[in-house]
């Protein structure tokens, strides 16, 4: 029964736990960004939001290079303290300006990648990543 109570969390598991979650999550948020990427390629006007007053292109430019190559470089683990946050940018903005006026449902996906990637920048990658590797050398 004291197995059920327990709150230790063995570094083993929470490694794995780390990988899990950190290839996950980045999958999913490259699947954003890979559709992103291919309506840039497309050569067609590129018509996006623009919170900040950068323009729309480089708004658009911007997104892509979190939900793309950020998420690349999460997935691996390498140097993903720093790649979480433009991630965690995008998605602050896109609950904050984006959908602003939506219901709960509609901003309740990037406020859960936002708590994802939030975790990963307190965490790290953990034990199974390249950042691992760099780290021993």
Do not use: W
């Not at 903005?93 to 901003?107: E, L, N, Q, R, S």
């Amino acid at each position: 029964m004291k197995k059920i109570y327990n709150t230790d969390l063995p570094e083993k598991y929470g490694h794995v736990a780390l990988l899990f979650f950190r290839v996950i999550a980045a999958g999913f948020m490259l699947t954003h960004g890979i559709q992103k990427l291919q309506r840039l390629l497309s050569g067609d006007e590129i018509k996006f939001a623009d919170p900040y007053g950068l323009g729309p292109a480089t708004s658009f430019v911007l997104v892509i290079f979190a939900e793309f190559f950020c998420s690349i470089l999460v997935s691996l683990g390498l140097l993903t303290r720093l790649a979480v946050i433009p991630i965690m940018i995008t998605m602050a903005t896109a609950v904050i300006f984006a959908h602003a006026d939506d219901p709960f449902g509609v901003k309740e996906k990037p406020l859960l990648f936002l708590l994802i990637f939030a975790l990963l920048l307190v965490f790290g990658s953990g034990r199974y990543s390249v950042d691992r590797i760099l780290e021993s050398r």
